[in-house]
């Protein structure tokens, strides 16, 4: 394939919402000193522009299409996955928790899966090298990735997590988001789960330092080459 000829090395990082794949990915990234990019970014990016072009969230084809208009676009910093509409930086509200419930919606969609893939593929031919979170990571988007990296964590530690990072009640979000895990699991195509031979890592009682030690310590022996 040639994508994976032109690849450097990959780890991929999947797990279910707030589970802390982004920090540990911006944090293993600069130690690392390779980029990494938020796959979720793609479609609540997707999500947050179908809205404001009205395209109907239920229209596999038009959702589609919208992957490639050159309207918006996903750019990748070492702090964030940015998505950008209209030339404008509109990352603030795709991480809003309604948009990331249509991301959710949007994605079990295969048609938008298959538009997506080679854009998020295309982030490692083009970096030489990535660190690539969400859920279908490390079995759909590179499943040849040197490491693979699985977090997952208490719903209450993850509902408190966020609640606390977009000041909503804890309540509110533990029940959006069993439902988005319950969606993003149950799918037909390219559910969330873990890798064949990953590291799965329950964060509930750890540091983000402490993760992301496990998660250097297991992947730097596989990247070296
Ligand atoms: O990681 P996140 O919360 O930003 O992801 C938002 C939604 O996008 C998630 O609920 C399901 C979808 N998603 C996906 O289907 N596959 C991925 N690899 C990443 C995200």
């Keep these: 394939m040639k994508w994976v000829e ?6 991929t990082i999947d797990g279910p919402a707030a ?43 038009a959702l589609s299409e919208l992957c490639f208009s050159k309207t918006w676009k996903i750019v990748m910093t070492t702090e964030k996955t940015q998505v950008w509409f209209d030339g404008v930086d509109v990352t603030d ?23 997506l893939l080679d854009h998020q593929r295309n982030c490692a031919v083009e970096n030489q090298g990535l660190i690539a979170e969400g859920r279908d990571c490390g ?22 997590r966020r ?6 009640d804890k309540d509110v979000l533990k029940a959006q988001q069993k439902q988005r895990d319950i969606q993003d699991s149950t799918r037909k195509v390219a559910p969330m789960q873990v890798p064949a031979e990953a590291l799965v890592v329950d964060t509930s009682e750890l540091t983000l330092e402490q993760v992301v030690q496990k998660a250097y310590d297991f992947s730097w022996p596989k990247v070296q080459r």
């Design 6 to 11: 032109k690849m450097g090395y990959v780890i």
């Design 163 to 168: 609640a606390q990072e977009l000041g909503l």
């Design 93 to 115: 509200k795709t991480s809003h928790e309604d948009v990331g419930n249509i991301a959710s919606k949007i994605s079990h969609f295969p048609e938008v899966r298959q538009s």
């Design 19 to 61: 589970s802390g794949k982004s920090s540990v990915s911006r944090e293993l990234s600069k130690k690392l000193g390779i980029p990494w990019v938020s796959t979720g970014a793609f479609y609540r990016g997707l999500a947050y522009v179908a809205q404001q072009m009205k395209t109907d969230l239920d229209n596999p084809i």
């Design 139 to 160: 079995t759909v988007v590179f499943p040849l990735a040197e490491a693979k990296i699985y977090l997952t964590a208490r719903s209450e530690d993850r509902a408190s």
